[in-house]
């Protein structure tokens, strides 16, 4: 018999060759390793013989019952939904037995943007000239100016330019923009302003003395680069400083979507910043605080006072 996490191991390494991002990869597999525990917990071996469409419909809607988020849901179903394909595809199940299968249709839940006291909070709590606050305030300017993955504000670079002196990579802050690399490898130019130039200015000073100071990465721990996972760390610690509850750095990229579209901003513009490339994602955004901005065009506007 032919064990799943053997299966999930070379799952694994097929994603990477593919070229998915580590978290990608993680994400899938947590979907993999989630059922062959419910599996287990059921008395039945993780198998392959075990990965039929009768035994996942009943693990996802246990996970219903249980009060998972129907995000969560999704996700694990498409993580399960992409292992089958693979499967078949290597010959190792002869039908996808998820074909038939729809996924769970999650409502999704507006997130709510920050106000602009809590975003001078957040700066205060940013207060000072030690490396930790300067890379701190650095890395939340990027996030809520330019509307970054917090995955690609941790891949940025120092700048890097080719032989005729182009920014291939990384920063520019006389310009004022920065070359992201996104999902999919693909490469887009974001923008930010004075503030945050500034503040990325005073972080790269004390970044010349840093003992990881040789790497590429721009943002950087005592340990080295920063990650996805430790940008969410500050990020949640000086939200605490500031008296904001459970502050995670997706809020920023809603709430700079929102002032986009708040300010004018046009929908096809916002898309091509943001990486996006489905039309959902304007919508999913944009829900963050849709009503304010549909008062705020109406009060604009005010048809009855012009007659």
């Known amino acids: 018999m032919v064990r799943l996490e053997d299966l999930h191991r070379s799952f694994s390494r097929h994603l990477r060759a593919e070229g998915l991002s580590d978290r990608t990869v993680t994400i899938y597999g947590q979907a993999i390793t989630f059922f062959c525990r419910w599996l287990t917990e059921q008395g039945r071996e993780a198998t392959l013989e075990e990965f039929s469409r009768p035994a996942i419909r009943e693990w996802l809607a246990q996970l219903a019952d249980n009060g998972q988020e129907p995000g969560t849901i999704k996700t694990r179903y498409r993580g399960l939904f992409r292992f089958a394909g693979w499967l078949v595809d290597e010959g190792e199940l002869a039908a996808h037995p998820m074909k038939t299968l729809s996924p769970p249709e999650p409502k999704a839940k507006p997130v709510p943007v920050l106000a602009d006291a809590e975003l001078a909070a957040l700066m205060k709590a940013c207060d000072g000239k030690e490396f930790a606050e300067r890379r ?75 003992r990881w100071t040789h790497l590429d990465a721009l943002f950087l721990t005592q340990r080295g680069a920063l990650s996805a996972d430790g940008a969410r760390e500050r990020v949640k610690i000086r939200g605490e400083q500031a008296g904001i509850v459970d502050l995670h750095p997706h809020r920023f990229r809603h709430t700079w979507a929102h002032d986009f579209l708040m300010n004018g901003g046009q929908e096809r513009d916002l898309k091509r910043l943001a990486g996006w490339s489905s039309d959902v994602m304007l919508e999913r955004y944009g829900a963050s605080a849709a009503d304010a901005r549909a008062r705020a065009a109406a009060q604009r506007l005010r048809r009855g006072d012009r007659v």
Do not use: N, Q, W
């Open 136 to 210: 701190d305030e650095a890395l939340i300017r990027v996030l809520l100016d330019c509307g970054v993955r917090v995955s690609e504000a941790c891949a940025l670079t120092v700048p890097l330019y080719d032989d005729r002196g182009r920014l291939v990579a990384g920063i520019d802050l006389d310009d004022g923009m920065a070359l992201i690399k996104g999902k999919g490898a693909k490469v887009r130019p974001v923008y930010f302003g004075a503030r945050t130039s500034r503040a990325l200015d005073r972080y790269i000073r004390v970044r010349r003395t840093h």
